[in-house]
């Protein structure tokens, strides 16, 4: 278990501690054993294992949609199908030729296409299909943007693009149906309130039934997507471009992160009741809360301290075969924060803590170290600082990976478990 030695201060106590005692052998036995450093003589390390958790859940979705920094959209049979929106809901209406100073109105377009910056390929995959459909249905997904799912119909089809995928690399231009530019810059010029211009993304499966396309989105200006087109069909005239913008709802918070957005036609099955899922899209957190005896706290030097999950095998995830990072960080939120999927903000995401490497196909027992974390409870009360950690994964929300742990809820033998080795603390110094 690699984090042993992640930890040097506290060994190097117990070692120093060892050698001060007459340089005997150390033994260190499990199962709540109270081994000895040297014959009648004390301080001994001790081993404990207990089930301190006394609440655990797993909250989604992070991030909430709208504020992707990238849209993973996969077809991918009955494991997962994923589509993106991306509202150009302002158009310009006039534009201005080179050599005059007057703005002219726009009654053509040309060369309409939608550039998309990819956020990753894979180049050895099998060729990418790119569809893009008008997917404004006049009112109802402007409250309900899952509703925008429903409108990938084949009349509602205005532009494709197959390519290699090793050809996605820098940028995918997909023309698209001038008409259907024009039809939204016409209303606007006469004064009449227009819908904009929502594009749907989607990507076929593919030969084998598998296949995704990973873009950026808004949330990144320098690389967003881009609606491009020619206001006249006079080839000397440039191209106007136009940045997503959503122009409903009326809430600013809401309506800037919603010029792009991802919908989830198809999810994996949930997990069950007694399961906690980290990762995926959308993506999940699983949030514990400790009970940890109070003299272990403050009244003992703990060497190490070990949380235990078993890790549920799931061979129908999606990508099941491929790893994903998972991650534990300390919740630093009071209990002044009772909404727990705030809470899961307040977690310490810059500051290092263990992380594991693992196959959602796969099964078994797991060990985070969390010595750090146990240690930043001494001189605190569970009152003032919840004993509480959330397990993440940088792709939450980004790729469909996920991994699975059994809760507290689940038989006792794969219930969330710590073990924790300690020194008692001697009165009056060491002999």
């Known amino acids: 278990m690699k984090a042993l030695f992640k930890h040097a201060h506290p060994l190097a106590l117990a070692a120093a501690l060892a050698a001060a005692l007459g340089g005997c052998q150390e033994r260190l036995e499990s199962g709540g054993a109270c081994p000895i450093l040297c014959p009648g003589q004390q301080p001994t390390i001790r081993d404990t294992t207990f089930f301190p958790v006394t609440f ?20 991918m049979g009955d494991t997962m199908e994923t589509v993106a929106v991306v509202r150009f809901d302002s158009l310009p209406t006039t534009f201005r ?9 726009i009654y053509a377009v040309d060369s309409a296409s939608i550039l998309l910056v990819p956020a990753a390929v894979d180049t050895l995959g099998p060729p990418l299909t790119i569809e893009v459909y008008t997917v404004d249905l006049g009112g109802p997904d402007d409250t309900d943007p899952d509703l925008a799912a429903t409108a990938f119909t084949p009349e509602r089809l205005i532009g494709s693009r197959t390519i290699p995928a090793d050809s996605a690399r820098d940028s995918v231009r997909v023309m698209i149906d001038n008409a259907a530019v024009l039809a ?8 009449v309130p227009a819908r904009g211009l929502p594009l749907g993304i989607k990507v076929n499966p593919g030969s084998d039934g598998q296949n995704h396309f990973r873009l950026f989105s808004a949330e990144n200006p320098l690389s967003s997507p881009r609606l491009q087109f020619r206001p006249h069909f006079d080839t ?15 809430n600013i918070f809401i309506r800037i992160p919603m010029a792009d957005y991802l919908v989830v036609v198809r999810a994996p099955a949930a997990a069950p009741s007694n399961v ?6 959308p993506g999940s957190r699983a949030y514990l809360e400790f009970d940890v005896p109070q003299f272990l706290i403050d009244s003992t030097d703990i060497i190490r301290a070990t949380l235990e999950l078993t890790q549920r095998p799931n061979p129908d995830a999606p990508q099941a075969t491929d790893t994903t990072t998972v991650r534990e960080e300390g919740v630093v939120a009071s209990r002044e924060v009772t909404e727990l999927y705030r809470r899961l903000l307040f977690a310490e995401r810059f500051r290092e803590r263990d992380t594991l490497l693992l196959v959602a196909a796969d099964s078994g027992l797991r060990q985070f170290e969390m010595i750090d974390l146990v240690q930043a409870w001494v001189g605190t009360t569970a009152e003032r600082t919840p004993r509480s950690l959330a397990l993440t994964s940088p792709t939450e929300g980004l790729m469909p990976r996920f991994i699975d742990f059994f809760s507290n809820e689940a038989p006792e033998a794969v219930r969330p478990r710590l073990r924790i080795f300690y020194l008692p603390r001697v009165e009056g110094g060491l002999p």
């Open 276 to 281: 906690l899922r980290v990762g995926g899209i």
């Open 56 to 75: 655990d859940s797993a909250v989604t979705p992070f991030p909430v949609q709208g504020n992707e920094p990238e849209l993973f959209i996969a077809s």
């Open 236 to 250: 000397a005239v440039g191209f106007i471009e136009g940045a997503p913008r959503s122009r409903v709802p009326e």
């Open 184 to 191: 939204v810059i016409q209303p606007q010029q006469q004064d």
């Open 97 to 105: 030729y080179t050599s005059t100073a007057e703005d002219s109105s």
